[in-house]
């Protein structure tokens, strides 16, 4: 199998923060392709959809029947969402999006849900944006401005 390797450059105030990603390509999934698992009967209920934004990022424009839990929430094992997630199947089957492919967030959700041991997890390719721009339905306003970049 392909490999890709992302390599991210975050800025926060003076520090620079420098990671790569190692992604394989079958853990990406079209935005079509998971338009059709959302018109499914049989997968709709068993796929989840997880949206890693912050909740006010998430609240601007997400795609239907996905839920909001921070990337950070998934590594504190203190929080109550983190709790959620240990007691969610391994088998089942799991999206995770973010706002697009420069945004490392995704990739971050990705790797530690497999480190759980969940055996069916994908990154939506492109995120959120790479969603709305094939046209695809979204619920909220949908105004930020990284939709548009």
């Known amino acids: 199998m392909a490999l890709i390797k992302k390599i991210f450059f975050l800025s ?8 790569s990603v190692d992604s394989d390509l079958a853990s990406m999934i079209l935005p079509q392709e998971l338009m059709a698992i959302l018109n499914d009967a049989n997968d709709k209920k068993s796929c989840l959809i ?3 934004l912050s909740p006010k990022i998430f609240s601007d424009c997400y795609i239907p029947r996905s839920i909001n ?10 929080h109550r969402l983190y709790k959620k997630v ?4 391994r088998d089942r089957k799991i999206v995770v999006y973010c706002a ?4 490392p967030l995704s990739y971050h959700a990705y790797e530690y849900l ?4 969940f055996q069916d997890v994908k ?7 790479s969603w709305k721009k094939d046209g695809l ?4 306003s949908c105004r930020a401005g990284y939709l548009c970049e």
């Open 12 to 19: 926060f105030s003076c520090y620079i923060i420098i990671f």
């Open 50 to 52: 997880l949206n890693v």
């Open 69 to 78: 839990i921070p990337v950070h929430c998934l590594l504190k094992p203190a």
């Open 86 to 89: 240990q007691a969610w199947p």
């Open 100 to 103: 697009g492919g420069d945004c």
């Open 114 to 117: 497999k480190k759980l041991n």
């Open 123 to 129: 990154i939506l390719e492109g995120g959120i944006r």
């Open 137 to 140: 339905p979204t619920i909220g």
